[in-house]
Protein backbone atom coordinates (compact mmCIF):
# COMPACT_ATOMS: atom_id res chain seq x y z
CA UNK A 1 0.00 0.00 0.00
CA UNK A 2 1.27 3.29 -0.87
CA UNK A 3 1.63 5.94 1.77
CA UNK A 4 2.69 9.58 1.30
CA UNK A 5 3.44 12.15 4.01
CA UNK A 6 4.49 15.61 3.75
CA UNK A 7 6.85 17.35 5.77
CA UNK A 8 8.42 20.81 6.55
CA UNK A 9 8.13 24.67 7.84
CA UNK A 10 4.22 25.74 8.81
CA UNK A 11 4.80 29.59 8.76
CA UNK A 12 7.20 31.26 5.95
CA UNK A 13 8.12 34.97 5.50
CA UNK A 14 6.75 37.03 2.22
CA UNK A 15 9.69 36.51 -0.11
CA UNK A 16 11.41 33.58 0.97
CA UNK A 17 11.06 30.38 -0.63
CA UNK A 18 8.81 27.46 0.86
CA UNK A 19 10.28 24.20 0.75
CA UNK A 20 8.51 20.95 1.49
CA UNK A 21 9.47 17.11 1.35
CA UNK A 22 6.92 14.04 0.79
CA UNK A 23 8.32 10.43 1.54
CA UNK A 24 6.86 7.95 0.21
CA UNK A 25 5.94 4.45 1.17
CA UNK A 26 5.26 1.08 -0.72
CA UNK A 27 6.29 2.22 -3.55
CA UNK A 28 9.80 3.23 -5.50
CA UNK A 29 9.52 6.61 -6.44
CA UNK A 30 11.39 6.11 -9.40
CA UNK A 31 7.96 3.56 -10.62
CA UNK A 32 5.68 6.01 -11.22
CA UNK A 33 4.90 10.36 -12.03
CA UNK A 34 4.08 12.49 -8.67
CA UNK A 35 2.54 15.62 -7.79
CA UNK A 36 2.05 18.39 -6.15
CA UNK A 37 -1.30 20.00 -5.18
CA UNK A 38 -2.45 22.85 -2.92
CA UNK A 39 -5.94 24.04 -1.85
CA UNK A 40 -5.96 27.70 0.17
CA UNK A 41 -8.14 27.91 3.16
CA UNK A 42 -11.68 28.50 1.13
CA UNK A 43 -10.67 27.50 -2.17
CA UNK A 44 -10.25 24.95 -4.60
CA UNK A 45 -8.03 22.34 -5.43
CA UNK A 46 -4.90 23.68 -7.79
CA UNK A 47 -1.99 21.75 -9.06
CA UNK A 48 1.19 22.49 -9.19
CA UNK A 49 2.76 20.53 -11.21
CA UNK A 50 4.18 16.78 -11.81
CA UNK A 51 7.28 14.67 -12.56
CA UNK A 52 8.48 11.53 -13.16
CA UNK A 53 11.91 9.92 -12.48
CA UNK A 54 12.91 9.55 -16.56
CA UNK A 55 10.93 12.64 -17.71
CA UNK A 56 10.56 16.12 -17.97
CA UNK A 57 8.72 18.20 -15.13
CA UNK A 58 5.37 19.87 -15.76
CA UNK A 59 4.17 22.59 -14.26
CA UNK A 60 1.23 25.04 -13.94
CA UNK A 61 1.52 27.68 -16.33
CA UNK A 62 -0.11 30.13 -13.43
CA UNK A 63 3.03 29.32 -11.08
CA UNK A 64 5.84 27.96 -13.67
CA UNK A 65 8.26 30.61 -13.07
CA UNK A 66 8.33 30.08 -9.39
CA UNK A 67 7.97 26.22 -8.83
CA UNK A 68 10.61 23.10 -8.82
CA UNK A 69 9.71 19.81 -8.13
CA UNK A 70 12.40 17.03 -8.38
CA UNK A 71 13.17 13.62 -6.82
CA UNK A 72 15.50 12.23 -3.99
CA UNK A 73 15.60 8.43 -5.18
CA UNK A 74 17.93 7.47 -2.32
CA UNK A 75 15.73 9.20 0.23
CA UNK A 76 12.58 8.24 -1.69
CA UNK A 77 11.05 11.66 -1.60
CA UNK A 78 9.71 14.06 -3.59
CA UNK A 79 10.72 17.77 -2.86
CA UNK A 80 8.48 21.19 -3.79
CA UNK A 81 10.26 24.62 -3.81
CA UNK A 82 7.98 27.82 -4.38
CA UNK A 83 9.91 31.18 -4.63
CA UNK A 84 9.33 34.43 -3.93
CA UNK A 85 5.98 33.83 -1.79
CA UNK A 86 3.31 36.01 -0.73
CA UNK A 87 0.08 35.51 1.42
CA UNK A 88 -1.83 34.45 -1.48
CA UNK A 89 0.51 31.13 -0.84
CA UNK A 90 -0.70 30.57 2.06
CA UNK A 91 -2.52 27.03 1.71
CA UNK A 92 -3.00 22.76 2.56
CA UNK A 93 -0.40 21.24 0.59
CA UNK A 94 -0.78 17.93 -0.67
CA UNK A 95 1.62 15.18 -2.56
CA UNK A 96 0.01 12.59 -4.71
CA UNK A 97 0.78 9.85 -6.91
CA UNK A 98 0.09 10.85 -10.58
CA UNK A 99 -1.28 8.70 -13.38
CA UNK A 100 -0.60 10.01 -16.76
CA UNK A 101 -2.50 8.28 -19.37
CA UNK A 102 -0.54 7.39 -22.64
CA UNK A 103 -3.32 9.48 -24.22
CA UNK A 104 -2.43 13.33 -23.49
CA UNK A 105 -0.22 14.23 -20.64
CA UNK A 106 -2.02 15.05 -17.72
CA UNK A 107 -2.98 13.00 -14.45
CA UNK A 108 -4.96 12.03 -12.36
CA UNK A 109 -4.27 11.59 -8.37
CA UNK A 110 -4.13 8.56 -6.17
CA UNK A 111 -3.35 8.07 -3.22
CA UNK A 112 -2.94 11.66 -1.89
CA UNK A 113 -0.51 12.22 1.66
CA UNK A 114 -2.49 13.97 4.93
CA UNK A 115 -1.44 17.41 3.51
CA UNK A 116 0.31 19.85 5.32
CA UNK A 117 -0.46 23.44 5.80
CA UNK A 118 1.83 26.55 5.22
CA UNK A 119 0.67 29.73 5.98
CA UNK A 120 3.34 32.94 4.54
CA UNK A 121 2.77 35.22 7.35
CA UNK A 122 5.52 38.00 8.61
CA UNK B 1 -7.35 25.98 -18.61
CA UNK B 2 -10.48 23.79 -19.12
CA UNK B 3 -12.96 24.99 -16.18
CA UNK B 4 -14.97 23.14 -14.09
CA UNK B 5 -17.75 23.82 -12.84
CA UNK B 6 -20.32 21.62 -10.70
CA UNK B 7 -23.81 22.11 -9.68
CA UNK B 8 -25.19 21.97 -6.82
CA UNK B 9 -22.89 23.88 -4.51
CA UNK B 10 -24.68 21.64 -1.71
CA UNK B 11 -27.12 18.88 -1.15
CA UNK B 12 -29.17 17.47 1.42
CA UNK B 13 -30.43 13.93 1.28
CA UNK B 14 -32.59 11.36 3.73
CA UNK B 15 -30.42 8.20 4.75
CA UNK B 16 -31.01 5.61 1.92
CA UNK B 17 -32.30 8.14 -0.81
CA UNK B 18 -30.10 9.25 -4.11
CA UNK B 19 -27.83 11.87 -4.30
CA UNK B 20 -27.13 13.05 -7.92
CA UNK B 21 -23.85 15.57 -8.36
CA UNK B 22 -23.38 17.37 -11.65
CA UNK B 23 -20.09 18.68 -13.21
CA UNK B 24 -20.15 20.57 -17.08
CA UNK B 25 -16.49 21.23 -18.15
CA UNK B 26 -16.56 24.23 -20.53
CA UNK B 27 -15.02 22.61 -23.12
CA UNK B 28 -15.10 18.39 -24.38
CA UNK B 29 -13.04 16.23 -22.56
CA UNK B 30 -13.43 12.93 -24.86
CA UNK B 31 -10.52 11.66 -26.49
CA UNK B 32 -12.26 10.29 -30.23
CA UNK B 33 -9.29 8.15 -30.51
CA UNK B 34 -9.64 6.30 -27.31
CA UNK B 35 -13.52 6.53 -26.75
CA UNK B 36 -12.77 7.78 -23.51
CA UNK B 37 -13.64 11.11 -20.78
CA UNK B 38 -10.96 11.85 -19.03
CA UNK B 39 -12.91 12.77 -15.98
CA UNK B 40 -11.91 11.52 -12.24
CA UNK B 41 -14.52 12.21 -9.45
CA UNK B 42 -12.89 12.42 -5.41
CA UNK B 43 -14.17 12.25 -2.58
CA UNK B 44 -13.03 14.42 0.73
CA UNK B 45 -14.25 13.56 4.67
CA UNK B 46 -13.65 16.56 7.17
CA UNK B 47 -9.95 16.26 8.00
CA UNK B 48 -8.89 14.07 5.56
CA UNK B 49 -7.31 14.15 1.87
CA UNK B 50 -9.28 13.89 -1.28
CA UNK B 51 -9.66 10.10 -2.47
CA UNK B 52 -10.27 8.88 -5.74
CA UNK B 53 -13.42 7.54 -6.55
CA UNK B 54 -14.17 7.02 -10.08
CA UNK B 55 -11.93 7.72 -13.69
CA UNK B 56 -12.39 7.54 -17.18
CA UNK B 57 -15.68 9.06 -16.02
CA UNK B 58 -17.43 5.86 -14.42
CA UNK B 59 -14.81 3.21 -13.59
CA UNK B 60 -14.89 2.90 -10.18
CA UNK B 61 -11.71 2.79 -8.18
CA UNK B 62 -10.91 -0.68 -6.09
CA UNK B 63 -12.84 -1.05 -3.23
CA UNK B 64 -15.34 1.84 -3.90
CA UNK B 65 -18.65 0.76 -2.86
CA UNK B 66 -21.24 0.19 -5.99
CA UNK B 67 -23.55 2.63 -4.37
CA UNK B 68 -21.22 5.24 -6.32
CA UNK B 69 -21.58 5.82 -10.23
CA UNK B 70 -20.01 8.29 -12.56
CA UNK B 71 -21.68 8.89 -16.09
CA UNK B 72 -21.56 11.17 -18.93
CA UNK B 73 -19.89 12.28 -21.90
CA UNK B 74 -18.50 15.05 -23.88
CA UNK B 75 -19.00 18.16 -21.24
CA UNK B 76 -21.40 17.13 -18.86
CA UNK B 77 -20.93 14.08 -16.11
CA UNK B 78 -22.96 12.86 -12.74
CA UNK B 79 -21.82 11.18 -10.04
CA UNK B 80 -24.61 9.20 -8.54
CA UNK B 81 -24.36 7.62 -4.99
CA UNK B 82 -27.98 4.87 -5.53
CA UNK B 83 -28.41 4.96 -1.55
CA UNK B 84 -26.68 7.47 0.61
CA UNK B 85 -25.11 6.19 4.10
CA UNK B 86 -23.60 8.07 7.02
CA UNK B 87 -20.19 7.92 6.22
CA UNK B 88 -20.64 9.12 2.42
CA UNK B 89 -21.03 12.45 4.07
CA UNK B 90 -18.11 14.77 2.55
CA UNK B 91 -17.23 17.15 -0.42
CA UNK B 92 -16.88 15.70 -4.39
CA UNK B 93 -14.79 17.01 -6.62
CA UNK B 94 -14.86 16.33 -10.16
CA UNK B 95 -11.44 17.18 -11.97
CA UNK B 96 -10.24 16.79 -16.31
CA UNK B 97 -7.39 15.55 -17.30
CA UNK B 98 -7.99 16.37 -20.96
CA UNK B 99 -5.14 18.72 -21.10
CA UNK B 100 -2.33 20.59 -19.11
CA UNK B 101 -3.11 22.14 -16.20
CA UNK B 102 -5.71 19.42 -14.77
CA UNK B 103 -8.86 21.12 -13.27
CA UNK B 104 -11.32 20.89 -10.31
CA UNK B 105 -14.53 21.89 -9.77
CA UNK B 106 -15.08 23.52 -6.83
CA UNK B 107 -16.92 21.08 -4.90
CA UNK B 108 -20.25 19.70 -3.81
CA UNK B 109 -20.64 19.19 0.09
CA UNK B 110 -23.12 16.62 0.11
CA UNK B 111 -25.20 16.37 4.24
CA UNK B 112 -27.57 14.30 5.59
CA UNK B 113 -31.27 15.96 5.87
Known amino acids: QVQLQEAGPGLVKPSETLSLTCTVS????????WSWLRQPPGEGLQWLGH???????KYNPSLESRVTISLDTSENQVSLHLTSVTPADTAIYFC????????????????WGQGTLVTVSS | EIVMTQFPDSLAVSLGERATINCKSS????????????LAWYQRKPGQPPKQLIY???TRESGVPDRFSGSGSGTNFTLTISSLQAEDVAIYYC?????????FGQGTKVEIK
Open chain 1, 96 to 111: ARAHVPVTGNSPWFDP
Open chain 1, 26 to 33: GASISNYY
Open chain 1, 51 to 57: LSYNGSP
Open chain 2, 27 to 38: QTIFYRSTDKNH
Open chain 2, 56 to 58: WAS
Open chain 2, 95 to 103: QQYYSIPPT
